[in-house]
């Protein structure tokens, strides 16, 4: 009499849930990890290859609590939607924003069960060719019902109620995904809650989708691997160009907003890991200042220089993503800096067309003629900057030339930098592990890590060594409880500082400092002060194709590139207002589009209910 009963049931689930090929067996294995599939099948398959002989109790109270949650949420649905309503206003998913999400909510055009329906036939589209996202959230359809349930309710969490977003894969979170930096090391590893951001996100009313891709330990392990490759997740690419070099380790959390499989996604940065694949895949991006974001249970490289922040395809929902996970955590006290004891300033309120106006800006041009002297193919980036110049002085800007580092050279040719994150990972990496509820391969140390990489052959060593862990590990090399850190941090900090970005500023009385994104990564890594990208334009037709030593293509034609707003430390919302302010006056990330984009939009999720 039950297997009937729940066979009904099942096929009703089975028709609510199919939006295109989307897969439920990550939803039924307990304690386990699945990658997304390599190729598409249908639900019925699922259904078909479910062991005839019963259902694990916790999968059988997991399936109910599943139905009587979409149950409730197709009832409430139906009653909300109007009948009326032309399918041709549903916001494009590539385009949307969270104003326009958050309008369609609130008119009961859609449902967040929508959202995450038609997001996850957007990934299943095109996953299997750029690697954008390692897991998808088991549990993200119940939540989005829970919050629509909410919604119906009238409690409004905040502007993020029941968005879905993606976290970078080295956020943890306390839940059935899981946390692994693309490395097997880690899978099955359990963490003791959330991380702190991860937490804020769902107390805003976000939904956790899934794990973005991420480059292996966030681009921290190599020194000759490539950007955007995991040993779980494989090779990323680009979506602007067959083969694209995704840059940076926040590679999948850029092209999947860039693909509108999902609104935004929060990502990480040592150095560049947030700015480079927004420049590279027409978005924005913020790097906050250090302590802006708490940093706990997100799997570490360098106290000193790392940061968590937003990538999306405009500014303002940007800010609305950091206005929701930034703040004081006790567990993390490089947050007890932030000012005015620790008040978050209004970064929504911050995004005003009149926000260039007054501003200064520098240029210090002595650091773009030093990274041209290594970069042949930015012609195009340095003439879309000139160029822009002239839509900031029209926007009441006032552009000061030649602000230049005094200390640029020597930082240029310094490697002081790279000592330091080895010191700071040697003592960060095994702080994260110690926090593990369950460590499945007892890993402790980087030594232990770099074992396991060695003699594991899913980790594709020696195609990819384990150069910058070998260099940490060096007999001579030192931790950050070592003296010697200490001067050296100091004269790093003077590289950035006096001799960098704030002597800049100070001396000629700055509102910020104005480069190309791809000369900007590391101008403010060490003082840990924020750079906010936005689209600046994108190489031309007839460029020639430039790959690197793994074929990805690092230049060619339709790539985008970006311009950067850096910045005093904690000076994030004057930055977001004057990129915000540039952005409003170019619109450029509107005038490039993919060369692949997913089909499935809200009305094709809807239509199917109808």
Known sequence: MFYPTWKRLWGRLINNLSAGDISLRYWFVASSYQLLPTSSFRLQDTLATMPQTGIHRSSLALLLGLLF????????????????????????????????????????????????????????????????????????????????????????RGPLHGIPLLIKNNIATNDQMNTTAGSWALLGAKVPRDATVAQKLREAGAILLGKAHMSQWANFRSLNSSNGWSAIGGQAYGPYFPHEDPEGSSSGCGIASALGLTLGCVGTETDG????????????????TVGLTSRHLVIPISEHYDTVGPLSRNVKDAAHILQAIAGVDPRDNYTSAIPAEGDIPDYISACTFSAL?????????????????????????????????????????????????????????????????????????????????????????????????QTYPLEDYPNRDTGLWDAALQPDAYNNTDPRFWPAYQQNMYYNG???????????????????????????????????????GFYPVGVPVVSNSWGLVESAPHIPFGLSFLGARFSDANLIGMAYAFEQRTKIGDKLQPYIVPKTELENVIGKKR
């Open 69 to 156: 949650l979409l149950l409730i949420s197709g009832v409430t649905a139906g009653l909300m939607r109007k009948p009326s309503y032309s399918m041709a206003e549903f916001p494009k998913l590539i385009d949307a924003t969270i104003e326009t999400l958050t309008e369609g909510l609130a008119r009961n055009k859609f449902t967040s069960v929508d959202l995450v329906k038609a997001y996850l036939a957007r990934i299943s589209e095109v996953n299997d060719a750029l690697h954008a996202v390692d897991e998808v959230n088991p549990e993200a359809l119940a939540i989005a019902s829970q919050l629509d349930i909410e919604r119906s309710a009238g409690k409004i």
């Open 273 to 288: 890991s947030i700015l480079a694949p927004a420049e590279f895949n027409n978005l924005v991006g913020i790097k906050p």
């Open 357 to 453: 106006s007054g501003s200064r800006l520098g240029i210090p041009r002595d650091v773009i003629s030093l990274n041209l002297n290594a970069d042949n193919t930015s012609g195009p980036r340095i003439n879309a900057f000139n160029q822009a110049l002239g839509i900031l002085k029209a926007a009441g800007a006032t552009i000061v030339e030649d602000t230049n580092f005094t200390a640029s050279t020597e930082y240029f040719n310094s490697q002081l930098s790279s000592v330091l994150r080895n010191a700071d990972i040697v003592v960060n990496l095994p702080g994260y592990l110690e926090l593990l509820t369950y460590n499945p391969k007892n890993i402790t140390s980087l030594a232990d890590l770099r074992n396991f990489t």
């Open 498 to 536: 006096d001799g960098g970005l704030i002597g800049a500023i100070e001396r000629n009385n700055l509102d910020a400092v104005i480069l190309p994104t791809k000369f900007a990564y590391d101008q403010a890594t060490t003082i840990g002060a924020p750079i906010v990208t936005v689209p600046l």
